[in-house]
């Protein structure tokens, strides 16, 4: 089963910055799409980001021209950019993978914690 870990969150100012990254097992990670997902306590987790294995990528309306999703396939990794954060967005972000092109997930991280103030 492919293992991905999530890191990179913090604590973050009012239009601060923070990279998080995903990094998956496995040989075959340029064959993987990747999600990103957010979600607050007593919410419903939120699709926020993805990218696929031919780099085709999408972004939320919520996050559009603030957060930029990308991957490094030679360091087995996945990328959130996520610039002018909004406190309203302390969430744990996770990171789900699609490693079959199945479309559906069959790992997911455990999810890093992102903190925002005010």
């Known amino acids: 089963q492919v293992q991905v870990v999530e890191s990179g969150g913090g604590l973050v100012q009012a239009g601060g910055s923070l990279l998080l990254s995903c990094a998956a097992s496995?040989?075959?990670?340029?064959?993987?799409?990747f999600d990103w997902y957010r979600q607050a306590p007593g919410l419903r987790r939120e699709l926020v980001a993805s990218?696929?294995?031919?780099?085709?990528?999408y972004v939320a309306d919520s996050v559009k021209g603030r957060f930029t999703i990308s991957r490094d396939n030679a360091k087995n990794t996945a990328y959130l950019q996520m610039k002018a954060l909004k406190p309203e967005e302390t969430d744990v972000y996770y990171c789900?993978?699609?490693?079959?092109?199945?479309?559906?997930?069959?790992?997911w991280g455990r999810g890093t914690q992102v903190t925002g103030s005010s």
């Open positions: 789900a993978v699609d490693s079959n092109g199945t479309g559906m997930y069959d790992s």
């Open positions: 990218i696929n294995s031919a780099g085709v990528t």
């Open positions: 496995g040989r075959t990670f340029s064959n993987y799409d």
